[in-house]
């Protein structure tokens, strides 16, 4: 069994392992989905080039496509392989003696982690909620959280259906290493859910060509009020 899963994870390391297809999977990291052709701009390859790698990467299932009319798009296969990207951006920088963020201002800041908020004020909201005794260490242990009773009903009061968030097929909710602050920002489904309330809601908006987030003023006033957070 170990040797069948070093050699699985060995495959996958070398998928990844290639510059341009690595430059294509950092570019999905905002889950956005894109066309070969697109990817090829961002990979610094021509466009069959790009899709000899766009293949690979399928076959290691670290990229999924969907078919309409013409056109390709691609998309990571889902958060696990984001959060994999994430910690490999953390492990890239990790010899430094103190750390110190080298990340642009802006990223830092706020901006997408696949479908859910990373960066300082994500981080902030995370303690934020362990503070206020509402996210929880899991009985089961390791990355993966809970809601206490008082934070279910906190995080309903923002239009959040926790039913159907829980019964979703991914992890309910889970530490997830933040690449610019190297300390933990709420993932997995609850971690997308917050998210997109934040979209919905105008709390933040979403740049069209990075991942970057912007608070907005409406954010920064419901951040205060509800959770006592300034950002």
């Not at 990844?16 to 052709?37: K, N, Q, V």
């Not at 923002?158 to 290493?177: H, M, Q, S, W």
Request: charge should be positive.
């Amino acid at each position: 069994m170990a040797v069948k899963h070093s050699q699985a994870a060995s495959e996958i390391a070398s998928a990844i392992g290639e510059p341009a297809r690595a430059r294509i999977l950092y570019c999905l990291m905002d889950s956005r989905a894109r066309t070969s052709t697109e990817l090829a701009v961002v990979a610094e390859v021509s466009p069959s080039t790009a899709s000899a790698h766009l293949n690979r990467l399928k076959a290691a299932d670290l990229v999924r496509v969907v078919v309409q009319g013409k056109h390709r798009y691609y998309s990571l296969e889902g958060p696990d392989v984001a959060h994999v990207l994430e910690g490999l951006s953390i492990l890239a920088g990790a010899a430094r003696d103190q750390f110190v963020p080298s990340t642009p201002t802006r990223l830092c800041t706020a901006r997408t982690c696949y479908d859910h908020m990373a960066g300082s004020v994500a981080v902030a909201l995370h303690d934020r909620l362990k503070t206020l005794g509402w996210l929880l260490t899991n009985s089961a242990g390791g990355s993966a959280y809970d809601l206490s009773s008082a934070g279910a009903k906190a995080i309903e009061t923002l239009g959040i259906d926790l039913k159907a968030t829980r019964a979703l097929r991914r992890r309910f909710a889970c530490a997830c290493l933040d690449w610019s602050e190297r300390r933990p920002h709420v993932g997995g489904a609850l971690g997308a859910a917050l998210l997109k309330v934040a979209l919905r809601k105008k709390w933040v908006t979403q740049d069209l060509d990075s991942r970057a987030l912007s608070i907005t003023s409406i954010g920064r006033r419901e951040l205060l009020l509800r959770f006592d957070l300034h950002a």
